[in-house]
């Protein structure tokens, strides 16, 4: 992922990661958001340019998938209503937009349902160690530090708003980041429950670092059930 701000357009710096999971294929793109930097920059201009770059990373992602979609329109919650068959999340922290979506085979689910994808890109250091208790329980926070590598509040932080973001039963209520309370699963997280999802319902949390961010994706899944096909 490489960006030259304010002089780069974001579609020359496209990256897309294409890899299979759980029936299906799912797409990663990472994108420079092209928009002027510095004071004299409009909030406004930077926001717009932020969203583009967010719709441009979801396009290309559904492209990689062979998808082929105009730009989507939002659901009344915010989130990005994905084309039939996809389910589709979108990032985006200046200078970068990510944006990640699914596609089923087709065919019915044989291991697992999948129910949403979540993405979410943060600078690292953006959650100060002394603020760790403003995205962490007390409950959590052990099994959080004991897991390598999770310790970093911002990498946290990153890691609840993608699950947010991928969980159906949660991206339609306020973002509280104390209310999403993940454990560890491997070397990666899980959230603890779903917010009023199926039973059986998990949300699987990975991140990496990339060039100072964070960038983090979360898939919700559930036990496979023979009769209930995509959506
Ligand atoms: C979802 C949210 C936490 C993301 O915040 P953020 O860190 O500023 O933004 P990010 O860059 O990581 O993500 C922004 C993208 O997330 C998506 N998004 C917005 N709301 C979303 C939601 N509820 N669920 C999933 N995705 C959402 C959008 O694509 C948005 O990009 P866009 O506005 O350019 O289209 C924030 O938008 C939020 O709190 N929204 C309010 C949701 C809410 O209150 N819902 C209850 C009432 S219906």
Redesign the pocket.
């Known amino acids: 992922m490489t960006a030259d701000c304010g002089t780069l357009h974001f579609e020359e710096a496209a990256r897309v990661t294409v890899v299979p999971y759980a029936d299906g294929l799912i797409a990663l793109c990472t994108t420079a958001i092209a928009a002027p930097e510095g004071p004299e920059a409009r909030a406004r201009e930077r926001r717009q340019a ?2 583009a770059a ?1 719709q441009y990373a979801l396009i290309t992602s559904l492209a990689a998938l062979g998808v082929h979609a105009g730009p989507p329109d ?1 659901r ?5 209503r994905p084309p039939p068959g996809t389910l589709v ?5 200046f200078p970068y937009a990510v944006a990640a979506a699914w596609k089923a085979h087709g065919r019915p689910p044989q291991h697992c349902r999948i129910l949403g994808v ?1 993405v ?2 943060e600078q690292e250091g953006t959650i100060p160690e002394n603020a760790v208790h403003l995205v962490c329980s007390p409950v959590e926070r052990p099994g959080l530090c004991a897991t390598p590598g999770w310790a970093d509040p911002t990498r946290v932080f990153s890691g609840k ?1 993608a699950a ?2 991928a969980d159906p039963q949660w ?5 509280a980041p104390r209310r999403l309370r993940l454990r560890p699963l491997g070397p990666r997280l899980a959230l603890a429950h779903s917010a009023a999802g199926p039973a059986d319902a998990t949300s699987v949390v990975a991140s990496r670092q990339v060039g100072g961010y964070w960038i983090s994706l979360c898939i919700t899944l559930t036990a496979a059930r023979p009769s209930r096909l995509y959506r």
């Open positions: 932020e969203h967010g939002r009344p919650d915010g989130s990005p999340s979108i990032s985006h922290r979540g979410d890109i708003e947010y973001k991206r339609s209520q306020r973002f």
